[in-house]
């Protein structure tokens, strides 16, 4: 049964060292606040799952959180490269991290497969392609009824998916709108889900009917967080704060002022920080 848990508590309680993890958000509510939190109770051995890894996964993994990252793209959307995913890859500082590359049509199939209760995802793909190469989980199995040979990968079955999202109603539905990405496919593919939205509704009576829902009993935890999805942006309520993504490229680029960066605005920031932070993004919106 859904449970309405500050966000301290909500990810005590559903992230374990060692866990499969999913953090996911396409450009668009990128669940920021529960990352942070995650990362001020300093959970170790993660494997990260997320379709496009950026920020908060560079800040997971700079600071030793993951000894293996699942991912279609690695990158700064719109600047460049994640710097402290490329330390760890290539120097292995401050931890060697293990690598499991996918095309966007190899995790998305893997998300739906996983929250269809499937072994594993059939698809046409990778083809021309040399991903193959180096990740032995991407297979090829041949169509019983046309003879087609396709790509085969295993489901994504996260221990526990964090999504953001805009509003929940009092009885624990979840409404997510605008760019929905992998979301939903995520949270029901995960043996537990924690959401963070913006705010909670009485109903959802009164929103049009062009909507993702998701029904309480796919859901695990709630927590009120608003701006959680900082400096990515949440649909009708705030902006991306494109600012926030130059400056991290300059901080990520040095250690020691990435060590200090994380130290002031993660690991001592107060968890309900994110609302000032966004009050001039709302004014935008």
């Known amino acids: 049964m859904v449970e309405f848990l500050p966000l ?4 005590a309680e559903n992230l374990h060292d060692g866990d499969a993890v999913a953090f996911e958000g396409f450009t668009h509510l990128i669940p920021t606040a529960a990352a942070h939190e995650a990362i001020r109770q300093g959970f ?36 460049g490269l994640l710097r402290r995913a490329r330390d760890a890859i290539e120097n292995g500082f401050p931890r060697a991290i293990e690598i499991e590359e996918h095309s966007h049509a190899g995790m ?3 998300y739906e497969a996983g929250a269809a209760g499937l072994p594993c ?60 990405g992998i979301q939903k496919e995520a949270v029901l593919a995960a043996k537990r889900a924690v959401v963070t939205v913006e705010e909670v509704v009485d109903n959802f009576d009164d929103l049009h009917p062009n909507l993702t829902v998701l029904p309480s009993w796919t859901i695990a935890a709630i927590s009120v967080a608003p701006g959680g ?7 009708g309520y ?14 990520a680029a ?16 107060a968890a309900d920080d994110f609302a000032a932070r966004v009050e001039h993004l709302r004014k935008a919106a």
């Open 8 to 11: 301290k508590q909500a990810v």
């Open 44 to 79: 170790r051995e993660l494997t990260l799952i997320r379709m496009t890894p950026d920020l908060i996964y560079d800040q997971m993994i700079g600071m030793g959180m993951a000894k293996k990252v699942v991912f279609s793209y690695v990158g700064n959307p719109g600047v």
């Open 108 to 110: 998305a199939n893997a």
């Open 121 to 180: 995802a059939v698809f046409r793909g990778y083809r021309g392609a040399g991903l193959a190469s180096v990740n032995p989980n991407i297979k090829s199995v041949t169509c019983p009824f046309t003879g087609e040979v396709l790509a085969a990968v295993p489901a994504i079955r996260p221990d526990v998916t964090f999504i953001h999202a805009q509003k929940a109603d009092r009885k624990g539905n979840v409404l997510v709108e605008g760019i929905i």
């Open 229 to 235: 999805s900082h400096p990515s942006y949440t649909h």
């Open 238 to 251: 705030y902006e991306r704060d494109n600012a926030a993504y130059l400056e991290w490229d300059e901080i």
């Open 254 to 269: 040095d250690r020691d002022r990435f060590q200090t960066w994380m130290q002031k605005n993660v690991i001592e920031s």
